[in-house]
């Protein structure tokens, strides 16, 4: 929290001004008040009207100011925010591929939007109040020695007794702060895969079990932030008993003072309010201390920051220019071995195909090449070069993926294909030819330009796939990975593009396929046929 509150020291300040202001000018409010009460008790109207057309004025300018406080407290809030999230998908980054697939995108989504208002509500508001209310504090001081010292000793005995009395409670609001924000990331992650499963539900007729699934999950989020909320005004009113009572105690000296004529007969109106603000403005400091107890397992998730973030175009996978070398490769999930002792060798330029059953290791042996599972036995070496010595990012520089299941940005067919870089006409041209792609096009009246939808949901399963073959072919990867990736072409469609891949003699392919013609194996540098490894034996 403090990371943020100083990264932005100018805009906090600015919205921090604007409130001593304001909280100098209601501590005068009642010193003024007490003016105006006594000048009544004089029978003095002349310093009546005067006096009260202080307090108008004094209102009329604190109005003006409060707003201006809330503009730049919007303002910082709304920087803070966008920081939060810009850390949030710089730590994600930092994950690898197995930490960052650990856990549902649900929970990922709950971070970037519940966590954040959390964190806002927990946090940077209650830190505006806690500034307000010290600035209070402080002026109520001042205020209340021009009165007597007395009263200021008993206010500040109150407001010890008010500000040591919720340190008992910290620990416990930091635990259930902790349990409502698992409990809402659990819950987001059950409304995803509800929402997900809308299509199945709807066409088995299992409505009741959406409802029952979104109403669940409502209930998972909202009991422990009611358990939250319910604890909390429970210790706000014990606090609130013990407050009025000191009060009242403080009340009785104001009254003693008066009538002995210590102090002014006036500070029977305002003195009350001094001492109740610098008694309020020290316990609510404390109940906000418990705000942000509660908010420190969100920030906690956060670790990485923006200016952290590792450069990554630096110290890349040089392109190779020799071969990549795969030798004793052994792999298992958990206790299951997929690879055992796997040997091969992909030279640059040459394409090769990975055949075998299903669960032998295919996709698996893809996903290692590309750095997303770290964790293996033997070797994978690029122009003998250990893959170890490269981070994930560095090794996709040169490789690309196509897998069955493409994802597609719900933007534009272009901007799934350049995401966002500039290509020449001519790059462009070549990659929708080779891609097979150009043909869907022609039918688009928006051609290029036509919105893709959630997930693609306006591209049939060959276009999506089309989609993103002309995305690797475009970004120039010089080793190219196909896992299962033109099964969702017709026959004719997956011929052009494979021959397309097959005829460019600087790309290295390696592809996946369950079933391979006998006159398409021709066509390949080398088919590998990799076997399941041997079940393991279990011991008598």
Not at 241 to 267: E, F, P, T
Not at 440 to 446: I, K, R, S, V
Request: glycine share 8%; net charge negative; hydrophobic share 45%.
């Amino acid at each position: 929290m403090s990371y943020y509150l100083k990264k932005y020291w100018g805009v906090n300040l600015a919205a921090i001004l604007p409130g001593l202001v304001v909280c100098a000018l209601q501590v005068g409010n009642d010193l003024l008040m007490m003016r105006v009460f006594e000048s009544v008790i004089k029978l003095d109207l002349r310093g009546f009207l005067f006096w009260e057309l202080m307090m108008v004025v004094a209102w009329v300018i604190l109005l003006w100011v409060g707003s201006l406080r809330d503009y730049f407290q919007a303002r910082a809030i709304r920087a803070m925010n966008n920081a939060v999230r810009r850390d949030m998908a710089a730590t994600l980054l930092h994950k690898s591929h197995v930490e960052f697939h650990g856990k549902d995108t649900g929970e990922y989504l709950s971070r970037f939007v519940s966590d954040v208002n959390q964190m806002e509500d927990l946090a940077w508001a209650p830190f505006y109040q806690c500034v307000d209310l010290a600035a209070t504090a402080i002026f109520c001081v001042v205020a209340l020695l021009t009165l007597h010292w007395s009263l200021l000793v008993a206010a500040l005995v109150n407001a010890a007794i008010m500000l040591l009395a919720p340190q008992f409670f910290t620990k416990r609001m930091e635990r259930m702060g902790e349990a409502c924000e698992t409990e809402q990331a659990k819950a987001t992650s059950k409304l995803k895969d509800i929402l997900a499963g809308y299509d199945v539900l709807r066409a088995f007729g299992r409505e009741p079990r959406f409802r029952q699934g979104a109403e669940g999950a409502s209930e998972q989020i909202e009991k422990p932030r009611f358990r939250l909320r319910t604890v909390k005004a429970f210790i706000t009113a014990g606090f609130g008993c013990v407050n009025v009572g000191c009060q009242m105690l403080i009340n009785l000296l104001i009254g003693v003072l008066s009538i002995r004529g210590v102090i002014l007969q006036g500070a029977l109106m305002g003195g009350g309010n001094l001492v109740g603000g610098l008694s309020n403005s020290v316990g609510s400091l404390a109940q906000y201390l418990l705000s942000f107890s509660s908010t420190k397992p969100y920030f906690d998730k956060i670790t990485v920051h923006g200016e952290e973030v590792r450069d990554e175009e630096s110290d890349g996978l040089p392109e190779i220019s020799n071969a990549i070398t795969v030798k004793d490769l052994t792999f298992q999930y958990d206790e299951k071995p997929v690879l055992d002792g796997l040997s091969l060798t992909f030279r640059k330029g040459g394409k090769y195909a990975l055949t075998g059953p299903s669960g032998c290791g295919k996709s698996t042996l893809l996903k290692l090449l590309l750095g997303w599972l770290p964790d293996y036995g033997g070797t994978i070496q690029f122009d003998g070069a250990d893959a170890h010595e490269f981070t994930a990012e560095q090794l996709q520089r040169q490789m690309s993926c196509i897998e069955q299941n493409v994802f597609l940005f719900n933007t534009t067919i272009r901007d799934n294909i350049t995401l966002g870089e500039e290509f020449t006409d001519a790059q462009m041209e070549k990659a929708l030819r080779d891609s097979a792609l150009a043909g869907d096009l022609a039918a688009m009246p928006e051609g290029l330009d036509t919105p893709v939808g959630e997930d693609g949901s306006n591209l049939s399963g060959g276009q999506k796939q089309r989609v993103a073959i002309a995305r690797a072919l475009i970004h120039d990867r010089s080793i190219l990975l196909v896992d299962e990736g033109t099964s969702a072409l017709d026959q004719k469609n997956a011929g052009i593009v494979e021959e397309s891949l097959l005829a460019n003699p600087e790309l290295t392919l390696i592809l996946v396929s369950h079933h391979l013609a006998p006159e398409r194996k021709a066509q390949f540098t080398r088919v590998y046929t990799i076997s399941a490894p041997a079940p393991q034996k279990t011991a008598a």
